[in-house]
């Protein structure tokens, strides 16, 4: 059954604290932005009030605008057109390997304009020096 509900949404982002910060305890993403659409599951009170609980700050898509959304879906298209598409997988576990590595491998390798061809990994940790000093 495919849920897409508020606690779903939080998924992701509960899954990210965990692997690049050891944790969801509060406050734990504080200076994380991440950027999403209007649907009921993100501006729910539930979703923003555990953002909030771990220092995140949601930034929404402008309404009635779908290509300010745009990085997100073009990032979703990628990752099915290069790990999804095309195969057959016997178990839902295969699928969350598929998209874990392509989420390693994109944070570590991918060189991106926008982060002035740094990769992402690269980007987080030029930012948390520049914090520290």
């Known amino acids: ?21 050891g944790g969801v305890s ?7 932005t991440p950027w999403m ?14 953002l909030k609980f771990w220092g995140v700050t949601a930034s929404y898509a402008f309404v009635a605008e779908p290509q300010t959304n745009g990085v997100a879906e073009r990032f979703n298209r990628t990752m099915k ?13 295969e699928v969350r390997d598929a998209v ?3 989420k ?3 944070n570590r390798e991918w060189r991106l304009e926008k982060l002035g061809f740094m990769s992402p990994l690269e980007a987080r940790q030029a930012r948390l020096f520049k914090q520290a000093a």
Not at 12 to 17: E, K, R, S, T, V
Not at 26 to 32: D, P, W
Request: hydrophobic content about 35%; charged content about 30%; proline content about 2%.
């Open 26 to 32: 509060a406050a734990i993403g504080a200076g994380l």
């Open 1 to 21: 059954m495919k849920a897409g509900d508020r606690f779903a949404a939080l998924e992701p982002i509960a899954q990210g604290l965990q692997s690049e910060f």
């Open 81 to 93: 057109e290069q790990k999804i598409h095309g195969r057959i997988f016997r178990n839902v576990d």
């Open 37 to 50: 659409d209007h649907g009921s599951q993100y501006t729910s009170d539930d979703f923003r009030n555990q």
């Open 104 to 106: 390693d491998r994109y």
């Open 100 to 102: 874990v590595d392509f």
